[in-house]
């Protein structure tokens, strides 16, 4: 079975069938863009009258992983090569009528390359492996000594290949180990002398029972949210590839138990390549601790969920202006604080509705507007959870010394800085412009060290304290320069 990756676009010929209708097959052609989108241009239609299509086709789609459908309507295919295809969340998208030619287009939001299966929830691997981006460079780690090397060197040419399993973890409670595997391969030569290096890491996954497609894309979600959080630079899954085997399905219809998923993403280039020493959390301080923080990850995923998305979309692309950096990282922090530390101001909310909150509602005057009284009403409503300044405050404040005073400087003054600025971006009313808005030449900096607060907190929900992001930081070159001057 031919190599299937994100980041390369192919197409495939063959003939494609309704699992409810194998008897109408139809031949046409399957394109994957580059961003894993999903294109089937058939040369007839799947449904017997492609003016109404049956009931049992509209079948509501559920939720899925990746912001996508993993769930019926499927369509199932076969290349002339002779590998198998599903398709998951087919939607049509366009059929042309003329003369005797009746041709139809679908879209679909998934594929599995290797397999039939006609049941999106029926079990369907106990096995995964997945390669993610800067995952090699983490680990930092070659599998060849200076014997191997000498002995190269001295014949005329060699190529020897090494794997090594690094790591085997147990995740928690969640079912299933992690394993860090390295393949490594060199190629050396007397003349010219040269030695050339390919290796990678790969990440192996082995659940203690059969899982269904969508539970294998949301534990691969979080493990690539994982690793963002931990190296600190976007870090997207390349490839997935899930072992089938034939008795896990109950078509039987397989032609290969090594199977390719798709999916389509905001499919982005691969960021620069980083050394490990700019990485946030090295793989020698996760080591065999490994297991036991995506345990926590996993476990605060949906806790986490609105914060992370809202700081990922800063690696998106890196296009974000300094102004719109501070936004996005200003909300993510308030809903993270929220989130971790709740934060009213009086902690009882009964309290606060009977003795604040009713009496300030009555006090509005009768002629405030209808509209107007409800926008007083919905403030008043949330006037008692703390604000952006009080929260960034006592966040700072929480803070070791050396790394507030380096990092973020006047605590209080840093708090008021980013609060006065997120207000004039959000409304940008000149009159009620506050003392302390960053200056645009100054915004860059300080969207920076919103960052690396808010990752500061990311890791301490899963056991990294503080001072191993400081450190990283301090010593690095790259990110030092938020350290050069702590005013705001």
């Known amino acids: ?121 029926e079990p369907l691997s106990s096995y995964c492996a997945l390669q993610l981006d800067h995952l090699t460079e983490w680990v930092d780690r070659r599998l060849i000594s200076f014997d191997q090397l000498d002995n190269g060197l001295r014949s005329e040419m060699i190529v020897k290949a090494f794997n090594e399993n690094i790591l085997t973890e147990k995740v928690g409670s969640h079912g299933f180990d992690i394993k860090l595997r390295v393949a490594t391969a060199y190629e050396s030569s007397r003349s010219p002398a040269t030695i050339k290096f390919r290796s990678h890491v790969q990440i192996e996954l082995e659940a203690e029972s059969t899982w269904k497609l969508e539970k294998w894309l949301e534990v691969c979600r979080e493990i690539s949210r994982f690793f963002t959080t931990i190296i600190g630079a976007s ?22 138990t090594i199977c390719s998923l798709i999916w389509p993403q905001e499919f982005r280039e691969r960021s620069r390549e980083m050394l490990s020493s700019e990485m946030l959390v090295p793989f020698t301080e996760v080591g065999s601790k490994l297991g036991d923080c995506l345990s926590a990850w996993i476990e605060n995923s949906k806790k986490l969920q609105s914060a992370y998305e809202l700081f990922e979309s800063i690696f998106i692309g890196g296009k974000q202006t300094p102004s719109t950096a501070i936004l996005t990282l200003s909300q993510a922090f308030e809903v993270l604080h929220r989130e971790e530390d709740g934060g009213n101001y009086v902690a009882d909310e009964d309290e606060y509705i009977t003795e604040i909150y009713t009496p300030l509602v009555a006090s509005i005057p009768a002629t405030v507007a209808s509209d107007h009284r409800e926008a007083i009403k919905n403030k008043l409503k949330f ?41 004039y971006l959000t409304h940008r009313d000149e009159g009620s412009k506050g003392e302390f808005v960053i200056a645009d030449e100054h915004r860059m900096l300080a969207a920076e060290r919103m960052r690396y607060l808010l990752q500061m907190l990311l890791l301490k929900t899963i056991g990294f304290a503080p001072s191993t992001v400081f450190e990283r930081i301090k010593n690095n070159y790259r990110r030092a320069w938020v350290l050069a001057t702590c005013e705001t």
Not at 30 to 45: A, H, M
Not at 62 to 85: D, V
Not at 409 to 415: C, I, L, P
Request: proline content about 4%; hydrophobic content about 35%; glycine content about 10%.
């Open 383 to 423: 006037a008692n959870a703390y604000s952006l300044r009080k929260r960034l405050t006592k966040a700072l404040q929480s803070l070791d010394p050396e790394i507030q005073k380096s990092l973020f400087g006047d605590a209080k003054r840093f708090a008021q800085s980013i609060t006065d600025t997120r207000n």
């Open 235 to 256: 870090v997207q899954i390349r490839q997935i590839h899930l072992i089938v085997k034939p008795e896990n399905l109950a078509t039987r219809e397989i032609d290969k």
């Open 1 to 121: 079975m031919a190599e299937r990756r994100l980041g390369s676009a192919f197409e495939l010929k063959g003939r494609w069938w309704l699992p409810e209708a194998s008897d109408n097959k139809v031949t046409g052609t399957l394109q994957v863009g580059e961003s894993g989108d999903l294109k089937l241009d058939l040369d007839g239609t799947l449904e017997r009258h492609f003016a109404s299509v049956p009931t049992h086709r509209n079948i509501k789609r559920p939720e899925g992983e990746f912001g996508r459908t993993f769930g019926p309507p499927l369509i199932l295919g076969q290349a002339h090569s002779g590998q198998c295809i599903t398709l998951y969340g087919v939607q049509s998208a366009s059929t042309n009528v003329g003369g005797a030619m009746t041709t139809a287009i679908y879209s679909a939001t998934g594929s599995l390359f290797g397999v039939i299966s006609d049941d999106a929830e």
